[in-house]
């Protein structure tokens, strides 16, 4: 891989990482969010679409996890 496409591909993987701070910070606050429910609206509707939003947003961390490693997998 020539010189060019590994800078291409390591200003993907910089965008990538911010772009996987960024999910980070958002499933932390819906976290803290779920975590804070009130015992008595825990098993509601609300309840659950907090937890499968912190859930998708684990396994998009997860993805872009494989991203970064396929990419930086390329740069070798």
Do not use: F, H, W
């Amino acid at each position: 891989m020539n010189k060019e496409r590994r800078k291409q591909i390591q200003e993907v993987i910089e965008a990538l990482e911010t772009v996987r701070s960024d999910v980070e910070s958002i499933m932390d606050d819906e976290q803290e969010y779920l975590d804070n429910i009130p015992e008595n609206l825990q098993g509601s509707e609300r309840y659950e679409k907090a937890e499968e939003a912190v859930d998708n947003l684990g396994c998009a961390m997860d993805s872009l996890d494989d991203a970064l490693d396929y990419l930086n997998q390329a740069m070798e």
